[in-house]
């Protein structure tokens, strides 16, 4: 249910309602708007709730939330949500540019990289320290050891750390030294993970599971932001069919689809979506196009020694080419990249 806050509300009317949410056995989450605060009332209600929350001072509806996420969705919240942390912003217009290599393989790489892809105006710095890799023989990551390396080059660049976060367990660890956590394709239904990474309050990158729709994807999201968290990004990276051609397939329907059941910013991510760096340029400027609040886009300075996904590698000069032509597009479509 939404509890929406006639627009004149002051700061004690909505703090006693979200009181009474509470008093009644339900879950708060104040929701600030542009025009108006409404505050969402989740979980089971009873057949007098809804009347009991209508004759509140400052309550102008009560309606019910049709959608099976709540938070996440529309219905709760119209303005486009921005997370913003450090130097990367994400949605209501702005496009965030996460870039960086697969793994991170040494001080020189990750440092080399950051510089570059700075240069060339991405937003973020991106790198894996825990790495779910399908063999157990394939490089694992350079765990705590990567993260400080991440850590220096945010102290050099200035360039805010995505990187991803395996277990429960690592969550205190990996948001020591990162500004945003991610949380692989394979972890997307990992609900004890979903629900650390949202008492963490750091801002976490969702990305969408290999077999999972978009509905699983938003009840994915719905965890982190059920623990009040409500900095969630979500990425479309692709997701496995019959097709062959590319590594997996990327399905830019889902951007505007998500813009229209979610406030949530959407990242796109046509390194992993495609597996081909021949075909991430295209497949970039095409997110952009398709509405993408964000990309995530894998750089190597040497991407034919990479230890992990280097056929899916862009070099420097590719990565300022791809920003280039993104720029256009963004600017052609009245956003700040
Ligand atoms: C990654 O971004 O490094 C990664 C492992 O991606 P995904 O979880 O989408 O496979
Ligand atoms: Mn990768």
């Known amino acids: 249910m939404i509890v929406v806050m006639e627009k004149g509300a002051t700061p004690e009317q909505v703090k006693h309602m979200a009181e009474r949410v509470e008093a009644l056995g339900l879950k708060a989450h104040v929701i600030q708007g542009t025009e108006r605060t409404v ?3 989740i979980g089971e209600k009873r057949a007098e ?13 009560v309606v019910p939330i049709l959608a099976p996420y709540k938070v996440a969705s529309r219905e709760v919240k119209k303005e486009p949500t921005q997370v913003c942390v450090g130097s990367l912003k994400v949605g209501a217009g702005i496009i965030g540019v996460i870039a960086g290599p697969c793994s991170v393989e040494s001080e020189e790489q990750i440092l080399v990289t950051a510089r570059a892809v700075k240069a060339a105006g991405a937003t973020a710095l991106r790198g894996g320290a825990f790495k779910p890799r399908t063999s157990p023989y394939s490089f694992q990551g350079m765990k705590e050891e990567g993260l400080r390396l991440l850590a220096a080059a945010r102290q050099e660049t200035g360039l805010a750390i995505v990187t991803e976060v395996m277990t429960s367990e690592e969550v ?10 991610q949380v692989g394709a394979r972890n997307m239904q990992n609900y004890r993970l979903l629900e650390a990474v949202g008492q963490a309050k750091k801002p976490v990158l969702l990305k969408r599971g290999p077999s999972a729709t978009m509905e699983e994807l938003l009840l994915a999201a719905e965890y982190i932001l059920n623990e009040g968290n409500p900095n969630v990004m979500l990425c479309e990276r692709g997701i496995r069919t019959y097709e062959a051609h590319t590594r997996f397939t990327l399905p830019l329907a889902s951007v505007p689809y998500l813009h229209h059941k979610t406030h949530l910013p959407v990242v796109v991510d046509p390194s992993h979506g495609t597996g081909h760096t021949y ?24 991407p034919e020694q990479a230890l992990s996904d280097g056929y899916q590698s862009l070099n420097f000069i590719q990565f300022n080419d791809v920003m280039a032509r993104c720029r256009a597009v963004a600017a052609a479509i009245g956003k700040k990249m």
Do not use: Q
């Open 39 to 41: 505050i969402a009332a």
């Open 49 to 61: 709730t809804k009347e009991s929350l209508a004759s509140g001072p400052g309550v102008e509806d």
């Open 172 to 181: 205190e660890l990996v948001a020591r030294y990162s500004d945003v956590l």
């Open 279 to 302: 075909l991430i340029p295209d497949m970039a400027v095409a997110s952009v196009a398709a509405g993408a609040d964000g990309l995530i886009l894998e750089v190597h300075p040497n």
